[in-house]
């Protein structure tokens, strides 16, 4: 089992930034691709971002392209999103997950899930 557990979110204004972590305990971080999702209040789960183990594939929804950057950090466990310009649209609660080797943008790939984090942008 790989345990995830994001922080970072909060409450700020359109075109402010937050910087989202997800630190992952248990089976080793090694290898596994970790990903960024969001869902919304009344919409599906969609994908934000992923990245490898070694950070050499990294993939953005258009939606997020130019704002936000996934990063990682394998020797705290620990992967990034840094968002910045936020709008009121990226008013979700982001999860992250992780799932062995590739790359892929469906949630149903991943394998495990953290809790989340609300991100709330108001106008």
């Known amino acids: 089992q790989v345990q995830l557990v994001e922080s970072g979110g909060g409450l700020v204004q359109a075109g402010d930034s937050l910087r989202l972590s997800c630190t992952a305990s248990?089976?080793?971080?090694?290898?596994?691709?970790m990903g960024w999702f969001r869902q919304a209040p009344g919409k599906e789960r969609e994908f934000v971002a992923a990245?490898?183990?070694?950070?050499?594939?990294?993939h953005y929804a258009d939606s997020v392209k130019g704002r936000f950057t996934i990063s990682r950090d394998n020797a705290k466990n620990t992967v990034f999103l840094q968002l910045n310009s936020l709008k009121p649209e990226d008013t979700a609660v982001y999860y992250c997950?992780?799932?062995?080797?590739?790359?892929?943008?469906?949630?149903?790939?991943?394998?495990?899930w953290g809790q989340g984090t609300q991100v709330t942008v108001s106008s």
């Open positions: 990245i490898t183990w070694t950070g050499g594939s990294i």
């Open positions: 248990g089976r080793t971080f090694s290898g596994y691709t």
């Open positions: 997950a992780a799932r062995w080797r590739k790359l892929g943008v469906s949630d149903q790939s991943y394998e495990f």
